[in-house]
């Protein structure tokens, strides 16, 4: 099965990495990444940061969770972790993670956080790429 996430889509997310239970067997990330030398790569949710939100602070007092601005976008959003991946991430067992996003490869711990759960192989990129979703 591919289960590709791009768009809005990617506002779900957080909440579908929690729920995959092993259903999956490749897993493609298409979306906007970084890197910051406190938590390593992270991968934007597009959730809006709202720091009113418990669940949100308590994922960033945790480093499971960083705000992050991208380019040509006014608002903050919530950017995910290897700690995230870590501790909510289950059932990836066999899975191929495609991380099509900038910098997912700045370090090894985002891919170490898939590979610990589960995950055969993990791909990311090391700078910053750009990609086109095409829908027919």
């Known amino acids: 099965r591919l289960r590709c996430v791009t768009g809005v889509q990617t506002c779900a997310l957080p909440i579908w990495l929690k729920e995959l239970g092993g259903k999956q067997q490749l897993l493609i990330w298409a979306g906007h ?11 934007d949710t597009g959730i809006d940061s709202d720091l009113s939100d418990k669940s949100q602070l308590i994922d960033i007092k945790n480093d499971r969770a960083t705000i992050v601005n991208v380019a ?6 919530l950017a995910i972790t290897p700690a995230f991946v870590k501790r909510y991430v289950r059932g990836m067992s066999g899975s191929v993670v495609y991380l099509c996003a900038c910098s997912t490869g700045g370090d090894s711990q985002l891919a170490d ?6 995950a055969t192989a993990v791909f ?11 829908n027919h």
Not at 33 to 42: A, E, I, L, P
Not at 72 to 77: A, F, K, N, R, T
Not at 124 to 134: F, K, L, R
């Open 72 to 77: 040509g976008d006014p608002d903050s959003h």
């Open 113 to 118: 956080a898939f590979l610990d759960n589960g």
């Open 33 to 43: 990444g970084g890197y910051n030398r406190k938590t390593g790569s992270v991968l």
């Open 124 to 134: 990311g990129n090391t700078g910053s790429i750009s990609h086109v979703i095409e």
